[in-house]
């Protein structure tokens, strides 16, 4: 129910950051129930209680509206990120050594790809959203801060599972098998095709088709 403010102040005039904050509020639940595509100005516009020419005000462009909710999607996957692998991230801090520092790191990739991928199934619109860079201006409003950081982990962490490896570039490939099996999995193409309940055999062979297998 909609409650009108004491003031008698229409809702385009709350404050700047006020607004603005509702307008990406409305578009990360805008994206949550319906999806990327539904990501409208009009419809962002109404669920947040303005004027569909509001928006403009606080984001000029449709792209860059859509890249202040993908930047929350980043921070919330970056935060699960965090907490799953601790303050120190890709670090261990050079306690370990040798083989040990080298399978320490296999088990926090495992860790990060299944937050990933939890992330993703449990987010399939947030989770589209965030990697359309056809949608995103990812060079603007500090989404660059928010997602990078998060392939540095995936890179340090490479790094140390295989120290004579291209870092960046197996952490790429990686990358990009986790999307795909996360895109698939949302689609129901892998169920079909593997007959696998989850996703955590195809991680560990993931895992293993860029690390090298281990014996289990």
Do not use: C
Not at 10 to 15: E, K, V
Not at 79 to 95: I, K, S
């Amino acid at each position: 129910m909609h409650v009108e403010k004491s003031s008698g102040e229409a809702p385009d005039r709350a404050p700047e950051s006020g607004l603005r904050d509702r307008l990406v509020q409305a578009g990360v639940e805008l994206v949550t129930a319906e999806g990327a595509d539904a990501l409208s100005l009009r419809e962002i516009a109404r669920r947040a209680g303005v004027s569909h020419g509001a928006p403009r005000r606080y984001f000029p462009t449709h792209l860059e509206l859509l890249s202040a909710i993908a930047r929350r999607g980043f921070t919330d996957l970056g935060d699960r990120a965090a907490a799953a692998l601790g303050e120190n991230g890709g670090e261990d801090g050079g306690e370990n050594g040798g083989e040990d520092r080298s399978t320490d790191a296999r088990d926090r990739l495992g860790t990060l790809g299944r937050v990933y991928l939890d992330f993703a199934l449990a987010n399939p619109g947030m989770y589209a959203l965030m990697f359309r860079h056809d949608l995103l201006r990812s060079d603007e409003l500090g989404l660059r801060d928010t997602s990078l950081p998060l392939f540095g982990v995936l890179v340090d962490l490479v790094g140390q599972a295989r120290p004579s490896a291209n870092a960046r570039l197996v952490a790429g490939a990686l990358w990009a098998n986790l999307h795909g099996i996360a895109q698939l999995w949302i689609w129901g193409s892998l169920q079909l095709a593997t007959g696998a309940a989850d996703f955590e055999p195809l991680l560990r062979t993931a895992l293993d088709a860029h690390l090298g297998q281990v014996e289990r």
